[in-house]
């Protein structure tokens, strides 16, 4: 069975997923880096110009558990942090040392 929502209840169910994995805030001087238990990064926020890093793990993650497009899931993963900061984001990226060797990004 297919069931259709909205993009608001995409945001909403995925910004849930993402503040059930209780990420730690680690605010630094010029970026802001939200770290799981064992310390590994996952995305980074830098505060001078609103670009937000988000490692490819957590955008795989996210897409495929809600069957989404990894762009999808950038962007709502983009959204959760803009919202849980309250600040604006002003692009989302995969960190360009962090790119996988068989990705097209």
């Not at 929502?5 to 993402?18: A, G, H, M, N, R």
């Not at 900061?85 to 960190?95: A, C, D, G, N, S």
Request: aromatic residues 12%.
């Amino acid at each position: 069975m297919k069931y259709i929502i909205t993009e608001l209840q995409l945001d909403k169910v995925i910004f849930k997923y993402l503040n059930l994995k209780r990420l730690n805030i680690v605010d630094e001087n010029n970026a802001i880096h939200f770290v799981n238990s064992e310390n590994n990064k996952y995305i980074i926020y830098v505060k001078k110009d609103g670009r937000c890093f988000i490692y490819h793990e957590l955008i795989t993650e996210v897409s495929n558990f809600f069957s989404i497009d990894e762009s999808i899931a950038e962007t709502i993963i983009g959204k959760w942090v803009g919202n849980t900061l309250q600040v604006e984001i002003t692009k989302t990226m995969i960190p360009p040392y962090h790119i996988p060797k068989n990705n097209s990004y």
